[in-house]
Nanobody, 131 residues
Framework: QVHLVESGGGSVQAGGSLRLSCEAS????????MAWFRQAPGKEREGVAG??????????YYSDSVKERFTIFQDDAKNTVYLQMSRLKPEDTAMYYCAAQVVGPGPFGSRWSRATTYTSWGQGTQVTVPS
């Protein structure tokens, strides 16, 4: 079971930026497909960005609510996946979780945003954007 540790959360004014980090305990097949989710109080966990790290390239996926504002990328040397968040809005306020270790059939691109796709989760990092 890969161990994931998120960091970088905090409180930022609307329109500001934050970068979240997710450090994995290892870089193997279990971390070639990863994603960021968020969960606000009283709401379901929502997939916001996913990444498939191939041998020579990578593919990224975003929810409509964060497209063109958030960017997911990796640093192989550090076993770390980042979520760069820009133009933050009050509705982005949530606990943000990193996920890895995909299970089940089907192409990643069609199921990256489902929480049931992953079996490894970090403890979460809080992002607050006051209104």
């Amino acid at each position: 079971q890969v161990h994931l540790v998120e960091s970088g959360g905090g409180s930022v004014q609307a329109g500001g930026s934050l970068r979240l980090s997710c450090e994995a305990s290892e870089y193997r097949d279990s971390t070639k497909y990863m994603a960021w989710f968020r969960q606000a109080p009283g709401k379901e966990r929502e997939g916001v960005a996913g990444i498939h790290i191939g041998d020579y390239s990578y593919s990224t996926y975003y929810s409509d609510s964060v497209k063109e504002r958030f960017t997911i990328f990796q640093d192989d040397a550090k076993n770390t996946v980042y979520l760069q968040m820009s133009r933050l809005k009050p509705e982005d306020t949530a606990m943000y979780y990193c996920a890895a270790q995909v299970v089940g059939p089907g192409p990643f691109g069609s199921r990256w945003s489902r929480a049931t796709t992953y079996t490894s989760w970090g403890q979460g990092t809080q992002v607050t954007v006051p209104s």
